[in-house]
């Protein structure tokens, strides 16, 4: 792939197929834009020349399961023409973009910081004439922007996260949750719902959560595991339900693990307030709750119906498998591939969350 493909010192010639770059820090393995960039890279690289890079050290476990290039000015070494993708707008881009000559250049805007996605936009459009086009995260990020742009959601590997194949033992019932390891993924009043559900004898599961460890006793049926502690996938298998809010803090744009825990099949209960809330029908293939009062009740409701649990996560299932399987999905992928993209193409009907064969 190198060979098609142009480092900063090379001229570009002949007519070899525009490269793809995929760009993003890569530092943080528990983070969702991370994952994004290499799920992205991922697809695409199936496509067309792709390269994944950063400008930055990248985590260990990106640089050994993927070639990730670093971007190294005084070298030499950055990515040159053809289409380039920030996966994000909380990096800074060096001013070796002056010398990238892009084709297209594409910002997908995945966490809610309006004040840098306008820094990130004016740098970027002030070294080159060609507009930035955005891609939304989700819908709730891009009603929060006056941009145009596409919505086009993080990619998960529906071959990795799958149904748990053999079936969980009926005790303890286990209700968990994985994040980053700090305070803003964590909402002030989880600590006072784990205390609940543990005294009603459910256990509690937290990966990512040391950071309110303290906050509740863990004698109790609750444990917290650091962040990366066990592969997500495997983490999942362990529960019955994945519960997940955010602090008031922090606007969760997306949410990744909330579709990898519908992936899979699980049972979710959400705080309303989050870009995954869009494509949750309460009562159909998850839940949405305003209080802690109504999160509790919803979990123990769960524990004691077998049959509600199993129909909510196989619709939870069908849910992503529609979203991402199917000619729409590759319509939305097709959008980087464009050479010259002037106007926003059109995906259709806005993704309804109601499994069809659910109705």
Request: glycine share 8%; charged share 25%; net charge positive.
């Amino acid at each position: 792939m190198s060979s098609t493909v142009l480092s900063g010192r090379e001229i570009r010639g002949g007519e070899a197929p525009a490269p793809v770059h995929v760009i993003n820090p890569l530092w943080d393995p528990q983070g969702g834009s991370d994952w994004r960039a290499v799920e992205m890279y991922a697809a695409l690289s199936h496509e067309t020349p792709t390269r994944l890079w950063s400008r930055f050290d990248p985590a260990p476990i990106f640089r050994e399961r993927y070639p990730v290039e670093t971007i190294r000015p005084w070298r030499g070494r950055w990515p040159v023409g053809g289409t380039f993708i920030f996966v994000g707008a909380y990096f800074r881009v060096g001013h070796w973009f002056k010398a990238a000559f892009p084709q297209r250049t594409i910002l997908v805007y995945n966490t809610y910081q309006p004040d840098r996605l306008a820094k990130a936009l004016a740098r970027l459009e002030a070294w080159h004439r060609t507009p930035v086009e955005v891609v939304y995260t989700s819908p709730l990020l891009r009603r929060l922007s006056s941009r145009p742009g596409p919505v086009i959601e993080s990619p998960i590997d529906l071959d990795r996260f799958i149904p748990c194949r053999e079936p969980r033992q009926a005790q303890p019932f286990t209700v968990g949750r994985l994040s980053r390891d700090i305070p803003t993924k964590h909402h002030h009043d989880d600590a006072q719902v784990y205390r609940a559900l543990a005294v009603s004898g459910i256990a509690v599961r937290v990966m990512g959560g040391t950071c309110v460890r303290d906050r509740v006793d863990t004698s109790s049926r609750a444990s917290f595991v650091p962040a990366g502690s066990q592969r997500p996938v495997d983490f999942l298998h362990s529960l019955d339900c994945f519960y997940y809010r955010t602090s008031d803090h922090w606007l969760e744009a997306f949410g990744r693990v909330v579709f990898e825990a519908m992936a899979c099949g699980l049972p979710v209960v959400c705080g309303r307030r989050g870009g995954y809330a869009d494509y949750i029908a309460h009562g159909v293939n998850g839940f949405l709750f305003d209080t802690s009062e109504q999160a509790i009740a919803l979990i123990r409701q769960l524990r004691t119906d077998p049959g509600l649990r199993a129909r909510i996560g196989r619709a939870a299932r069908q849910t992503v498998e529609e979203l991402y399987g199917g000619s729409a999905w590759r319509r939305k992928l097709a959008f980087f591939l464009a050479r010259d993209r002037r106007r926003e193409p059109s995906f259709g009907t806005a993704f309804d969350p109601t499994p069809s064969r659910m109705l």
